[in-house]
């Protein structure tokens, strides 16, 4: 029997209800998620999609964040302000407005970001041939410092999808990342300058690597690569640059995120981590999270723990074009917070597992050589070590079984 359109809210309000498994607004808060403007906002068109929902301004995106229990906001500068006001008397007007929704709402402003790919002035980049472009590119930048600094945050993101080319040769590759530095050197300067002036600390500067899109070559497509750039010499403040990886941009070009991660942490380098899921070499389909990698997602959460990373988790993914207007607040983001808490806890229950416990330390110990041999005999080390080797599939069963629920005792009747 078909459903009248008056009644399927209440359907969808209650057949999640009835899914369980959600935290309340004070257990959410606890956690450092954040919730950018521009997936709350998302109207699901894209290149071949017409819109499917209403527009949501920060307003009422703020507000329903807080009485969801995500105590964080984010946003582009343009998402919030028209690119023609940046600058002026209406930027001071709006950003007024966005302070004032996020103390009466609860929530904080936890990073912020400059759009520098979507206008027309970068279709050849921020790091443009034209000087011009190249000083706008630096207003913009330091324009976002005031704002991110007038709304308390601490971060600021910078994602040079732009930068890139379509044809071969149009670009010189080693000029053009020299002049993007020189973008990111003017943020750093300004930054310190009004972090003094206003006695609050500097942002934490963090780039965002995607291999593809929108150009069709990028030169900075990996997480890696922001790393070697990080390093080049070509930051006059390399100390306060490091990176926001994305789960989704590292899967979609075959690579493992969790590797990635380990990576920016042995560089210490760790600072920000957008959270959402898709599929490996597929485009930027940015799924929430847990709905296509829970075991992944599980792996990831465990290394980050172990860390003691403590930076923020920012749900950058886009509500489906089947999601309702309604759906984004009531569906969407709560249940992907609530993935998200639970994968986090059960990350937990790996870190104490017995099993996985004895199991690591067997490995980390190793086998027992015999005495008096050749430390450079490969084949008695071999032996010593052969039977334990098998622990690392052991491992991942166990993995597997607590996310499932099988160990602590779920199982399932065979008829």
Not at 46 to 59: D, I, K, Q, S, Y
Not at 356 to 362: F, M, N
Request: proline content about 5%; hydrophobic content about 40%; overall charge negative.
């Amino acid at each position: 029997m078909s459903i009248p359109e008056n009644q399927q809210q209440a359907l969808v309000a209650r057949l999640t209800q009835a899914c369980g498994g959600s935290y309340s607004p004070e257990t959410r808060r606890k956690f450092y998620i954040s919730g950018p403007q521009w997936a709350a906002a998302y109207q699901g068109q894209a290149l071949f999609h017409a819109p499917t929902r209403e527009p949501v301004g920060f307003e009422d995106v703020i507000r329903h964040y807080g009485e969801l229990g995500i105590g964080h906001w984010t946003t582009h500068d343009t998402d919030v302000i028209p690119t023609e006001a940046l600058g002026r008397d209406q930027q001071a007007e709006i950003v007024g407005r966005i302070g004032k929704a996020l103390a009466e709402n609860g929530v904080r402003c936890s990073m912020v970001t400059t759009e520098t790919f979507y206008h027309a002035v970068w279709a050849a980049s921020p790091a443009a041939e034209s000087p011009e472009v190249r000083e706008y590119a630096k207003f913009r930048v330091k324009n976002t410092v005031d704002i991110g600094h007038e709304l308390g945050a601490g971060f600021a993101v910078y994602w040079p999808g732009s930068l890139g080319y379509y044809v071969q040769g149009a670009i010189e590759e080693t000029e053009t990342l020299g002049w993007y530095a020189e973008a990111l050197n003017a943020a750093c300067d300004h930054d310190r300058t009004v972090a003094a002036a206003k006695g609050r600390a500097t942002l934490k500067h963090c780039l965002e690597a995607k291999p593809f899109e929108p150009q069709a070559e990028i030169l900075l497509p990996t997480s890696d690569a922001m790393l070697s750039f990080i390093a080049s010499g070509l930051l006059t403040h390399p100390e306060m640059v490091g990176l926001n990886p994305e789960y989704l941009h590292e899967l979609m070009w075959g690579a493992a995120p969790r590797a990635a991660l380990a990576r920016a942490l042995v560089a210490g380098k760790l600072f920000h981590f957008d959270i959402n899921d898709g599929y490996r070499l597929k485009h930027d389909v940015d799924i929430a999270v847990g709905l296509v990698n829970p075991l992944d997602w599980l792996n990831v959460l465990v290394l980050l723990r172990s860390h003691g990373y403590n930076g923020p988790f920012n749900l950058d993914y886009k509500p489906p074009r089947t999601t309702s207007n309604f759906g984004v607040f009531a569906v969407s983001f709560p249940t992907a917070v609530d993935r998200f808490i639970t994968l986090w806890e059960m990350a937990g229950e790996v870190q104490d597992d017995p099993i996985v416990k004895e199991a690591t330390a067997a490995l980390k110990a190793g086998g027992t050589v015999a005495a008096g041999a050749d430390p450079r005999d490969a084949a008695a080390i071999t032996r010593a070590n052969r039977e334990l080797l098998t622990l690392h599939e052991l491992i991942a069963h166990r993995l597997v079984q607590i996310l499932l629920g099988v160990h602590r005792g779920r199982t399932y009747s065979i008829g």
